[in-house]
């Protein structure tokens, strides 16, 4: 059957066709993505829904990171044989905003304006006939992809808004304390941080190490990295790895200075993720660092 079905659609140039993800009870539409051969194979096989990654060129089950898995109920096809829908169970988000469905903007008629819809509040999800007082204390408890990309923003915003502090002269180091305390770990768990521009002191394990780090302090070799300062901060994915209650993500992030807002800085980073007990999600690992120039011996 599945041979048979692979026959009859018609892909792209590319090997690819498109594929529209809607929730089978309500209709609602969700996302549009990319399917080939093997991905509508792994999805006919498992009832998982299984994609392709234009941009990572990989198969991408949908959810594999986050949890936000799309079930298949009914797979279909349109008359020309071109298009894909897909009619599934979604668990969660389906946008990697964390919002529910993908279309959330829409444009207003002549004028060129955006303007967005409910599902711009994001983590909206319909409740499931299924749950369980243990399905909704797991899922308190689990870290979802979202969660992780929210964070890596407040870092980002915060770094920069301590820099600004800095400009206006205000007192960017109470603001950096209350950085600190908020987003790292340290008052509940080791933390493990290796900054970007540490040679002496490579490792700081404490909260006082690490504010000198940010704005100078105990450490001599600290020039303060947050009052350089930063215009802008942006983070680009490689992986985030979910387990639960704990997350890792890689990839790299990029920096613009104030006194130079033409170029950006490539550096690489690990970040780790726990929740404290409010459920809010704090860092226990932070290492960064400059990649590596082939201009270097080895």
């Known amino acids: 059957m599945n041979e048979k079905l692979i026959k009859i659609i018609k892909f792209n140039k590319d090997g690819l066709v498109p594929a529209i993800a809607q929730q089978h009870d309500t209709g609602e539409v969700l996302m549009l993505a990319w399917m080939n051969k ?27 990171t986050s949890g936000n898995t799309q079930r298949l109920i009914e797979f279909r096809y349109d008359c020309d044989e071109d298009t894909i ?26 004028s060129g304006e955006i303007e967005t819809t409910l599902t711009e509040k994001k983590n909206i999800t319909q409740k499931s006939k299924f749950d369980t007082n243990s399905n909704k204390k797991l899922n308190s408890t689990a870290i979802r992809e979202e969660d992780v990309l929210s964070i890596q923003k ?18 960017y180091r109470l603001e950096a304390e209350k950085t600190l305390k908020k987003l790292y770990a340290f008052d509940i768990s080791n ?11 490579q490792f700081r394990n ?12 105990n450490i001599e070799e600290d020039n303060g990295f947050a009052i350089k300062p930063w215009f802008k901060i942006r983070f680009s994915e490689n ?5 639960h209650d704990n997350a ?10 104030v ?40």
């Open 38 to 64: 093997d991905s509508i194979q792994q999805t006919l096989t498992t009832n998982q829904v299984c994609y392709w990654s234009r941009s990572r060129q990989k198969l991408w089950r949908k959810g594999e």
């Open 85 to 110: 829908l897909l009619m599934v169970d979604q668990t969660g988000s389906a946008c990697h905003t964390g919002r529910r469905n993908c279309f959330y903007r829409v444009a207003k008629n002549e």
């Open 191 to 201: 933390v493990l941080f290796k900054p970007t521009f540490a040679s002496q002191n």
């Open 259 to 298: 006194e130079d807002k033409k170029n950006e800085t490539k550096v690489e980073y690990t970040f780790g993720y726990i929740k404290d007990k409010k459920g809010n999600l704090r860092i226990n690992l932070h290492h960064s660092s400059i990649p590596h120039s082939n201009n270097l011996n080895n």
């Open 206 to 217: 404490s909260f006082e190490d690490a504010l000198s780090y940010f704005v100078g302090g």
């Open 239 to 243: 992986k985030i790895v979910i387990a």
């Open 154 to 171: 407040e870092w980002a915003d915060s770094i920069i808004s301590i820099g600004k502090i800095f400009l206006d002269k205000g007192n």
């Open 248 to 257: 890792i993500a890689m990839g790299n992030y990029y920096f613009t200075s």
